[in-house]
């Protein structure tokens, strides 16, 4: 089994930047990718951005390319969101995943957070 806790979010203006942070804890090992998915008011649940246990290698939905910024430090156990130029659009519930495989941590993983809200007003 694996953890992950979410923290960081909060109500920020349009233009504004955030970051979010994910601890993860239990069987972990650094051989998994780690992602973030949000889910908007209304709407299904969709695929943020992902990361690669070595960070090697990173992926990003359209809407957010070029404004967030996956990263992580395998010696905490934690993925980092950074969160530049912030619209209302980007207002959802935000959540962490973790798996083991790169086919899955963009649409089905294994492992999510309880999640954190990201509030941008306009």
């Known amino acids: 089994q694996v953890q992950l806790v979410e923290s960081g979010g909060g109500l920020v203006q349009a233009g504004t930047s955030l970051r979010l942070s994910c601890a993860a804890s239990?069987?972990?090992?650094?051989?998994?990718?780690m992602g973030w998915f949000r889910q908007a008011p209304g709407k299904e649940r969709e695929f943020v951005a992902a990361?690669?246990?070595?960070?090697?290698?990173?992926y990003y939905a359209d809407s957010v390319k070029g404004r967030f910024t996956i990263s992580r430090d395998n010696a905490k156990d934690t993925v980092y969101l950074q969160m530049n130029s912030l619209k209302p659009e980007d207002t959802a519930v935000y959540y962490c995943?973790?798996?083991?495989?790169?086919?899955?941590?963009?649409?089905?993983?294994?492992?999510w957070g309880q999640g954190t809200q990201v509030t941008v007003s306009s």
């Open positions: 995943a973790v798996d083991s495989l790169r086919t899955r941590i963009q649409n089905s993983p294994r492992y």
């Open positions: 239990g069987q972990t090992s650094r051989s998994y990718y």
């Open positions: 990361i690669s246990y070595m960070g090697g290698g990173t």
